[in-house]
């Protein structure tokens, strides 16, 4: 006697071949992209299954969602750089940021994090062209924002170079205090900053008048921000590069034939931009041997 199938003893359940006929459930990181592409796009439709108190897509309600999070994000730019936003005009500014935000939303849950990208697309922003050096004044309120919220660190003491003997100086290399940063610019970028921030006075300037640069750094409780030489920006960008005295000095001669070391490294100190340092490898003290 053949057995009877498991098919014909238990016919399939109703409920499962509904279930089978249903089209398959999309997972919550899909509709997560698809509810934060239509935030950030007024072209998007509002995402499928999302409705109202009556079980009806809203648009209504779900555009003044996404105009608070465009309002919410502009804020953020806005408190960010607020010199940026003086040069241009706050309707210039909205426009600019608007679009920033719908190009490149944040990527983090902290909002101190957010305006990174704002410099670089100042700089290619095509209706910001008139305004030059507007980037460049978006990239040093970008580095007082960096240098306000960098981690602490206590300043080594210039003395502590004394006790070391003459021919080990070109091997010192140093570690720079956490909220240093550096900004180049052939614009008179500080003091384009300084005229369009609170209480800052705007004055005529020559904006092809020469560059400026500028070394920004919180070793305290405030943010300082000091114009520098050509040579001394090159100099410090090495220095935090890795290089020892000797090789960042070298490069930054090339750089400015008018540098001078002992201001450099004075105002370093002066600022309590040096956490700390260390002897290098004789092999590291000239840039070649190092890059070769």
Not at 75 to 81: D, I, M, S, V, Y
Not at 88 to 113: C, K, N, Q, W, Y
Request: proline fraction near 10%; include cysteine; aromatic fraction near 8%.
């Amino acid at each position: 006697m053949t057995p009877r199938s498991s098919a014909r003893m238990f016919p399939p359940s109703p409920c499962r071949a509904a279930h089978r006929a249903r089209p398959h459930a999309r997972s919550l990181h899909d509709r997560q992209k698809d509810f934060a592409a239509a935030l950030l796009d007024p072209a998007v439709p509002i995402p499928r299954g999302l409705v109202g108190p009556d079980r009806k897509p809203d648009v209504k309600r779900f555009n003044v969602y996404r105009n608070n999070v465009f309002a919410g994000l502009i804020g953020a730019l806005k408190a960010a750089f607020p010199a940026v936003r003086r040069i241009v005009g706050d309707e210039f500014f909205t426009a600019m940021a608007r679009i920033h935000v719908a190009l490149d939303p944040p990527g983090s849950p902290v909002m101190l994090e957010y305006g990174e990208a704002f410099p670089g697309f100042i700089e290619a922003f095509e209706p910001a062209k008139g305004v030059p050096y507007l980037a460049d004044v978006a990239r040093l309120e970008r580095a007082w924002a960096e240098a306000y919220h960098a981690a602490e660190s206590a300043p080594a003491a210039p003395g502590a170079l004394g006790a070391l003997e003459a021919q080990c100086l070109p091997r010192v290399g140093f570690t720079l205090h956490p909220s240093l940063r550096v900004v180049r610019s052939p614009f008179p970028v500080v003091d384009l900053w300084q005229m369009n921030i609170d209480g800052g006075n705007p004055a005529a300037i020559d904006v092809f008048g020469g560059g400026q640069h500028a070394l920004v750094v919180r070793p305290h409780a405030e943010v300082e921000v000091r114009r520098i030489t050509a040579g001394a920006a090159t100099f410090v960008q090495c220095l935090a590069a890795g290089d020892p005295i000797a090789a960042a000095a070298l490069l930054a001669q090339n750089d400015d034939p008018g540098f001078d070391l002992a201001r450099a490294l004075g105002e370093l100190f002066a600022t309590d931009a040096i956490a700390g340092w260390n002897l290098r490898d004789d092999r590291d003290v000239l840039p070649g041997a190092r890059r070769a």
